[in-house]
Antibody
């Protein structure tokens, strides 16, 4: 079945690093855009980073720009998020999510995020 | 402070119709279609309404979305106790080159 499985979360001290991984199965990963979202305790959903299906287009939320790096390996059906210089405000459940594209008025558009991982918890604390 | 604005809470009784609003701007809702997500407490969010008001498999037709200008809304008809959850609107934003979300609306079924 369609599945995303995250790993790599844990407890890290401020200033430390973590690498999150996401393994995809059950769908054509190379045709999906992917994103990382996060949800701090008791808070709403926040977008962290985006990568297009081919990996050529990448973007980051201002709150993580310069500290986080997203990447994907379509041959291995995997997505990663390298997180450096972590801060307390990065504490959250991190979700790997994916969506497909559709065509509208002749242009390729991003559909909704229909595939979700179960989330991995990152805690930044001394 | 979320880019998209939703009311923090909404409520209704079983059988009622409830709407949740989502307000944005010309760089997001005014340009791209909105999708809605449902998060039942303690669970992972799921896509509830896809672009152009399409419902993923398994989502009842009691849920529907609409957009006018830079605002969107989610309507739930025939409200059921199982609809109690947090609801989020989202879309792409050209200025941020990324996804933007509403702050979420907590729906209580009385």
């Amino acid at each position: 079945q369609v599945q995303l499985v995250e790993s790599g979360g844990g407890l890290v001290e401020p200033g430390g690093s973590l690498r999150l991984s996401c393994a995809a199965s059950g769908f054509t990963f190379s045709q999906y855009y992917m994103s990382w979202l996060r949800q701090a305790p008791g808070k709403g959903l926040e977008w962290v980073s985006y990568i297009s299906s081919s990996g050529t287009t990448i973007s980051y939320a201002d709150s993580v720009k310069g500290r986080f790096t997203i990447s994907r390996d379509n041959a291995k059906n995997s997505l990663s998020l390298q997180m450096n210089n972590l801060r307390g405000e990065d504490t959250a459940v991190y979700y790997c999510v994916g969506g497909d594209y559709y065509f509208w008025d002749g242009y390729r558009q991003r559909g909704g995020m229909g595939v979700w991982g179960q989330g991995t918890t990152v805690t930044v604390s001394s | 402070q979320s880019v998209l604005t939703q009311p923090p809470s909404a409520s209704g009784t079983p059988g009622q119709r409830v709407t949740i609003s989502c307000s944005g701007s010309s760089s997001n809702i005014g340009r791209y279609t909105v999708h809605w997500y449902q998060q039942v407490p303690g669970t992972t969010p799921r896509l509830l309404i896809n672009v152009h008001n399409q419902r993923p498999s398994g989502v009842p037709d009691r849920f529907s979305g609409s957009t006018t200008g830079a605002s969107a809304s989610l309507a739930i008809s025939g409200l059921q106790f199982e609809d109690a959850a947090d609801y989020y609107c989202a879309t792409w934003d050209d200025g941020l080159s990324g996804w933007v979300f509403g702050g979420g609306t907590k729906l209580t079924v009385l």
